[in-house]
C-alpha cells in the first residue's frame, strides 16, 4: 500500500547530482520542495514546484519522444512484429512532438492540474507565446531526420537485429542498486550479452552532443551490472554511447579503476547532499533559504523554477 510521508526517499543518481552542481536552489526544488506536490491536499508551495518541475524544453522532450520509440521499435524486432521504417518512425516522432506543442498552448489548464501527464515547453511557458522559436524548430528538425537514419545505421541496433546470436535483458530487470543503504537509480537504454563473444554489452542512446561525463554514466551502469549478474571480470562489459546526432559510437573498456572512481564521486556527493539535512534520520532538508540561488543568468534563463525565484 503506497504510504504519504511527509518528506522523499533519500536517494543518489548521477542526474540528481549534477542537478546539485549545477544549482542547489533548482536540487532543493526538484528533490524536496515538490515532493507531494502531486496530492489534492498539497499545500500550494508544494503543487506549485511540482507543476515547475514537470516543465520540459524542446530538446529534452525530443530527446524523450526518441528514447521511448526507439525502446518501442526494438521490442517489435524481439517479438518478431512489423518494424516500421525510417519515414513512419520519423513521422511517429513528429507526431509527438506535435502533440506536445499543442498540449502546451491549448491545453495549459489540463497540465496546471494533471502536469505529470501533458506537456508544457519551457519555451511556451515563459514566453506566454504560442510560438516556438524558429532557430529551435529549424535545429530540432534537422535533428529529427539526422537521429532516425543514424539508429537505423547504428552499431547497436544491426545487433538487435542480429538478434539469434544475443541474450537481451528485459529493462524492468535493472532500477536501482544499494549502497549504504541508499538507493542509487539506474535507467540503462538497452543491455544484451554478445554470445558468440561471450561480451556484455550496455548501450546509452545519445541524442545530443558528446560530454566528458558520458563514461561516468555508463561505468555506474556497468557496477550495478557486474554485480547483479556475478561477472567475473569488469573486462568482459563493453560500454557504448551511441550518438544519433553525429552517427557515430565510441565503446570504452574499463578498468577497475574506473569503478573505484564512480564509487568515489558517489560517497562525495552524498557528503555534500547530507550537509543540506535538517535531520538525515528522516531525510528532512533544510529551509529552502539555506539552498544558495544559481549566480549566473545564462543557467537561470533556462531554469524550471525562475516564477520561484524571481516572482
Known amino acids: 500500500m503506497f504510504e504519504i510521508k511527509p518528506y522523499p526517499e533519500l536517494s543518489w543518481s548521477l542526474s540528481r547530482h ?49 528514447h521511448d520509440l526507439i525502446y518501442q521499435t526494438i521490442q517489435q524486432v524481439l517479438k518478431n512484429q512489423h518494424i516500421p521504417d ?6 511517429e516522432i513528429r507526431r509527438h512532438l506535435n502533440r506536445g ?9 489540463l497540465w496546471m492540474n494533471r502536469p505529470k501527464h501533458f506537456t508544457m515547453l519551457h519555451e511556451i511557458y515563459y514566453s506566454q507565446s504560442n510560438k516556438l522559436p524558429e532557430a529551435k524548430v529549424k535545429k530540432i528538425t534537422n535533428r529529427l531526420q539526422a537521429t532516425v537514419k543514424n539508429f537505423y545505421s547504428s552499431r547497436s541496433f544491426q545487433d538487435v537485429l542480429n538478434k ?4 537481451f535483458i528485459e529493462s524492468e530487470d535493472f532500477r536501482f542498486m544499494k549502497a549504504t543503504g541508499v538507493k542509487i537509480f539506474i535507467v540503462m537504454d538497452l543491455v544484451y550479452k554478445d554470445l558468440q563473444k561471450d561480451q556484455w554489452i550496455i548501450v546509452d542512446w545519445k541524442t545530443g552532443k558528446a560530454s566528458d561525463e558520458d563514461r561516468n554514466q555508463l561505468a555506474l551502469y556497468a557496477l550495478y551490472l557486474k554485480e547483479k549478474y556475478d561477472i567475473s571480470s569488469i573486462e568482459d562489459i563493453v560500454i557504448r554511447n551511441e ?6 559510437h565510441i565503446e570504452y573498456q574499463l578498468k577497475e579503476q574506473d569503478l573505484i572512481n564512480v564509487q568515489h564521486l558517489y560517497q562525495i556527493s552524498m557528503e555534500q547532499m547530507k550537509a543540506y539535512l535538517e535531520d538525515s534520520s528522516k531525510n528532512k532538508p533544510l529551509p529552502i533559504e539555506n539552498f544558495p540561488m544559481q549566480e549566473d543568468p545564462r543557467v537561470c534563463a533556462r531554469c524550471n523554477y525562475q516564477e520561484l525565484c524571481f516572482p
Open 18 to 66: 549534477k542537478t546539485m552542481l549545477t544549482c542547489v536552489r533548482k536540487y532543493a526544488y526538484d528533490y524536496y520542495f515538490s515532493h507531494n506536490g502531486w496530492l489534492k491536499d498539497a499545500d500550494s508551495l508544494a503543487r506549485q514546484t511540482y507543476r515547475l518541475k514537470k516543465i520540459t524544453n524542446l530538446e529534452m522532450h525530443f530527446g524523450s519522444v526518441v
Open 86 to 91: 525510417e519515414q513512419a518512425l520519423t513521422e
Open 101 to 109: 506543442f499543442i498540449e502546451s498552448t491549448r491545453k495549459e489548464h
Open 164 to 167: 539469434k546470436h544475443m541474450r
Open 243 to 248: 550518438y544519433l546526432l553525429e552517427g557515430t
